[in-house]
């Protein structure tokens, strides 16, 4: 049964999209709610963004999930997958394919909006 892959991939699925959620609404947030925007807010996306490299690091340049993900879908006979999560399924469910080096640079990218938006309030 193919079901903690699947698990997985939701998991990594909602971990996304809450952090690019999270991340773009951070500046609608600071405005409103300047004081919920304290020093914390850097350190915390600076942490994600750490263990985000950190990981890349340990993984040898992939995401966790994804290598957890590939390590389930093995150990239940599916074919695991080389590039990149976000490539792979942009591709799969959507029919889109991410420019180069797109699914590197996205995640810091992201990061990048709470912590800039931090140092202009």
């Known amino acids: 049964m193919s ?8 998991f990594h699925t909602l971990v996304l999209f809450a ?3 999270v991340c773009i609404a951070s500046p ?7 004081d ?5 807010v850097l350190w915390f996306f600076g942490a994600i963004g750490v263990l985000i490299l950190g990981s890349w690091y340990v993984y040898a340049g992939q995401c966790p999930l994804t290598v957890w993900e590939n390590g389930f879908r ?11 999560c976000m490539d792979r399924y942009a591709r799969e469910w959507f029919g889109v394919r991410l420019p180069w080096r797109f699914s590197d640079i ?3 990218a992201i990061l990048l909006i709470p912590v800039v938006t931090r140092f202009f309030i």
């Open 3 to 10: 079901i903690i892959s699947r698990l997985i991939l939701a």
């Open 19 to 21: 952090l690019v959620v």
């Open 28 to 34: 609608l947030v600071a405005s409103s709610y300047p």
């Open 36 to 40: 919920a925007f304290n020093t914390y």
């Open 74 to 84: 093995k150990s239940e006979g599916r074919k695991t997958y080389a590039e990149p």
């Open 106 to 108: 996205f995640p810091i």
